[in-house]
């Protein structure tokens, strides 16, 4: 089954509103890391947090892991309009070893002007 | 170039038709990547190359997919026969380290 469930699926706000997004993992994990998609097309690398880190800043970034309870959370704060995207959590497996990233089904803002 | 990129951008076939899907990585990158994104979803692994080790195909789907890697650099993704649940946007990254950078994609639909 596939790792990385993000929720909420979907989420509105205001601009100048915080918002966080969850993601949930199921196996050990190498890293997290947090792209953003826009118009369902390339990928926009965010930010990566390593397992033994807990939290990571980056601009209006914020990510928590909790690698306790596999989880992590994206929070994008003072959001504007431009924010408004898909954002995904990927991980990489360290039961397997394999590279490539396995993602979440995603979580799609909308920053309301 | 400066970052990945992939072409076509968009492909319309019909059933049954072979297509070939293409992608330039960023110079240097010794790992490469194709996913495929199906209308809201998030990304599926389909194969990896990493240097020239043999590359780890266990994401694809069926045996009408094959890719291969030439030089170390340029991929081609193949998908034969195409059938309608094949339609989706098929990305490909590169990395050196830990971060992958994806191209713009290339949007395939089979009528």
């Known amino acids: 089954s596939q790792q990385g469930e993000e929720d909420p699926q979907a989420l509105s706000i205001q601009e100048g509103e915080n918002a966080t997004m969850n993601c949930s993992y199921k196996?050990?994990?190498?890293?997290l890391q947090w792209y953003r998609q826009n118009s369902g097309r390339g990928l926009v690398h965010l930010i990566l947090?390593?397992?033994?880190?807990r939290e990571k800043h980056s601009g209006r970034l914020r990510v928590t892991l909790d690698t306790s309870k596999k989880s992590s959370s994206l929070l994008i704060t003072a959001s504007r309009a431009a924010d408004t995207a898909s954002y995904f959590c990927?991980?990489?497996?360290?039961?397997?070893?394999?590279?490539?990233?396995?993602f979440g089904s995603g979580t799609r803002l909308q920053v309301q002007p | 170039g400066a970052g990945v990129s992939q072409s076509p951008s968009n492909k319309v076939t019909e059933k049954g038709k072979d297509v070939e899907l293409r992608c330039d990585p960023i110079?240097?990158?010794?790992?490469l990547y194709w996913y495929r994104q199906s209308l809201g979803q998030g990304l599926e692994f389909l194969i990896y190359f990493q240097g020239n080790s043999a590359p780890d195909k266990s994401g694809l789907p069926s045996d009408r997919f094959s890719a291969e890697r030439t030089g170390g650099s340029v991929s081609t993704l193949t998908i034969q026969r195409t059938q309608q649940e094949d339609s989706a946007v098929y990305l490909c990254?590169?990395?050196?380290?830990?971060?992958?950078?994806f191209g713009p994609g290339t949007r395939l639909t089979v009528l």
């Open positions: 947090i390593r397992s033994n880190e």
């Open positions: 990927a991980t990489t497996s360290m039961d397997t070893g394999r590279r490539a990233l396995t």
């Open positions: 196996n050990s994990i190498n890293n």
């Open positions: 990254a590169s990395s050196s380290l830990s971060e992958q950078f």
């Open positions: 110079s240097g990158h010794t790992a």
